[in-house]
Nanobody, 123 residues
Framework: QVQLVESGGGLVQPGDSLLLSCAAS????????KAWFRQAPGKEREFVAG????????YYAESVKGRFAISRDKAKNTVYLQMNNLKPEDTAVYFC????????????????WGKGTLVTVSS
């Protein structure tokens, strides 16, 4: 079993940066595919970034390419989402997720979810 806890959200202005963290429990987490999703009010949860369990395959949504970066720290059992040049459209609750299989961009295929951290981008 994997437990995920996000942190790092907050209120920022357009153009600012934030680093989201997802602390995970469980020794097997390192072998799980990892991903970030987000959900804005009134919208469906959408894929943001994902990483295969080995870190060799990384994917980003077109809307965040060049601005966001997913990474991991094996020693800390943590996955990160560095968000740069934030836009109002990025406002959403951000969730980290894990899957005990190949990396996916489909929310319904993820096995574990954190409770989310709110990111608000407003001037």
């Amino acid at each position: 079993q994997v437990q995920l806890v996000e942190s790092g959200g907050g209120l920022v202005q357009p153009g600012d940066s934030l680093l989201l963290s997802c602390a995970a429990s469980g020794r097997t987490y390192i072998r799980y595919a990892k991903a970030w999703f987000r959900q804005a009010p009134g919208k469906e949860r959408e894929f943001v970034a994902g990483m295969s369990w080995g870190g060799g395959d990384i994917y980003y949504a077109e809307s965040v390419k060049g601005r966001f970066a997913i990474s991991r720290d094996k020693a800390k059992n943590t996955v990160y989402l560095q968000m740069n040049n934030l836009k109002p459209e990025d406002t959403a609750v951000y969730f980290c997720a894990a899957r005990s299989n190949l990396v996916t961009t489909r929310a319904e295929q993820m096995d574990y979810w954190g409770k989310g951290t709110l990111v608000t981008v407003s001037s």
